[in-house]
């Protein structure tokens, strides 16, 4: 329903009133100040790209570090902003001069900034300064924009344009550049590069692309309100200007949009698929400490490493595989890498065992295992019988030249304990044969079960002496 005809004009000038009260046009000696600040920091000089290159090494090592201290170093130290607010005004004014400048100076500053994030990236790959098992998580933060950067960036390019007009609040262009973050995405371009991560490096490039034109836009918009337009721009030119810009702004929520659902739907499977590898793992007293999925065509792929109180057999990972693709519907394979570890609760102190014995035994120990027999591995050898009953042993004082022992799960795997020169250990059942050694399995003092060489372990022999009751 329209309004009536003489009310129209009415509010239309009400409107305009409050616009104007709340957004008061700046001076003209203010619009020129402006403009010269942003020609002067537009200008693809000396200064600007040294800042760049800098601002470049700060941003990727702290990137590499995974240190989000330095990369908001990085941020402070960028100059990329000013090009980006100088394109908006010099697309509101019709200044081609302005336009060209800032043009010229971010995309060289761009280009410089990958190029110096992938030499370095690089050259960690052949001189590791920086140990990289994967991706640190401050890179991968940046490979995922959304609609809430594109709003981020719009509230920040607001506020940058105007800290930048108005010289009493021009203290908070430090925080506007940290929160829009142009130096990192670039940076994180030229990690995936040097890396062959091209979803990377296309992520990150994005959302550099999403923060520039949306601060260009909102700087575009401030500069209107506050009266940079002259009036022989401020009709068409402006608004044709201000639309071409809303355009391109509207257009990058496509990509962002297309690109949040496919990340929040992917997040939403991997954790279903924590939480059925959670429950079917638990069913065998297991402990999921780490897990991978991968999606190779309809087959999922995980390895999962668990914590558990006793050796799972080949059966029961065949089950726990059988397991999870009947509750995911899906082709499952997996990979368990198992880490045995003993309960021990303070709440809860051992049972103690009285043995009553005949005589009284004293442990003497000796240097060199008794009764031992050295193994050459051959195609006709068989690896020597497990011990019938469990023995005592001690690790020489004198053994690995008094340096501590590896006690590990298995034979060539993972180290689950440290073993002292001196400590006694128990001498289970089990014995292996490995790289030409003989393994005993074994159980310390701290009740943790793994396996030594059988040359590191020298028996406890023990001798009895008889014991005199008095007489009655």
Request: hydrophobic content about 50%; overall charge neutral.
């Amino acid at each position: 329903m329209s309004l009536p005809e003489p009310v129209q004009p009415s509010l239309r000038s009400m409107i305009r009133h409050i616009v104007r009260k709340a957004v008061k046009p700046v001076t003209l000696e203010r619009r020129a100040e402006v403009q010269v600040q942003l020609r002067d920091s537009c200008t693809p000089d000396f200064a600007f790209f040294l800042l760049v290159l800098l601002s470049a090494v700060i941003a990727t090592l702290g990137l590499l570090t995974n240190s989000a201290a330095v990369i908001i170093g990085a941020m402070l130290v960028a100059p990329l902003m000013s090009p980006i607010i100088g394109i908006g005004l010099a697309s509101l004014i019709g200044d081609a001069r302005l336009f060209s400048d800032s043009s010229v100076a971010l995309a060289r500053g761009a280009l410089l900034a990958i190029l110096m994030a992938a030499l370095l990236a690089w050259g960690n790959r052949y001189l590791p300064f920086v140990t990289l098992q994967e991706l640190p998580a401050e890179v991968l933060s940046r490979t995922h924009p959304s609609p809430i950067d594109l709003t981020i960036a719009l509230a920040g390019g607001l506020a940058a344009a105007f800290a930048l007009a108005m010289p009493s609040i021009s203290a908070a262009l430090p925080g506007v550049a940290i929160a829009t973050a142009l130096m990192p995405p670039l940076c994180t371009v030229g990690i995936g590069i040097a890396m062959g991560r091209w979803d990377v490096a296309g992520g990150a490039l994005l959302l550099f692309l999403t923060n520039a034109v949306t601060i260009a836009f909102s700087g575009m918009l401030v500069f209107f309100a506050l009266g940079f337009a002259p009036k022989r721009v401020a009709g068409k030119r402006a608004t044709r200007a201000l639309a071409v810009s809303a355009v391109f702004t509207l257009m990058l929520l496509v990509p962002l949009s297309i690109l949040s659902a496919r990340f929040f739907r992917n997040a939403t499977e991997n954790r279903q698929i924590n939480i059925v590898v959670q429950e079917e793992v638990a069913h065998f007293e297991a402990e999921l400490t780490d897990l991978n999925p991968i999606q190779e065509g309809e087959t999922l792929h995980l390895t999962a490493t668990l914590r558990v109180s006793r050796q799972l057999r080949y059966e029961d990972v065949v089950e726990l595989q059988q397991n999870i693709a009947l509750r995911l519907q899906r082709p499952v394979s997996i990979v368990v890498n198992q880490v045995v570890a003993a309960r021990l609760d303070p709440l809860i102190p051992p049972t103690l065992t009285v043995t009553p014995t005949a005589a009284t035994f004293t442990p003497t120990t000796t240097s060199t295992p008794t009764a031992t027999v050295t193994y050459t591995p051959s195609p006709t050898s068989v690896p020597p019988t497990a011990t019938a009953t469990p023995q005592l042993a001690q690790i020489p004082r004198n053994s690995n030249n008094g340096r501590t022992l590896d006690l590990v799960q298995e034979p060539g795997g993972p180290v689950v304990g440290q073993i002292r020169p001196g400590d006694f250990v128990t001498v289970l059942y089990g014995s292996k044969v490995y790289e030409g050694l003989v393994w005993w399995e074994i159980m310390d003092a701290e009740g943790r079960i793994g396996w030594l060489p059988q040359i590191q372990l020298a028996v406890v022999t023990y001798t009895p002496t008889a014991t005199t009751s008095p007489g009655p």
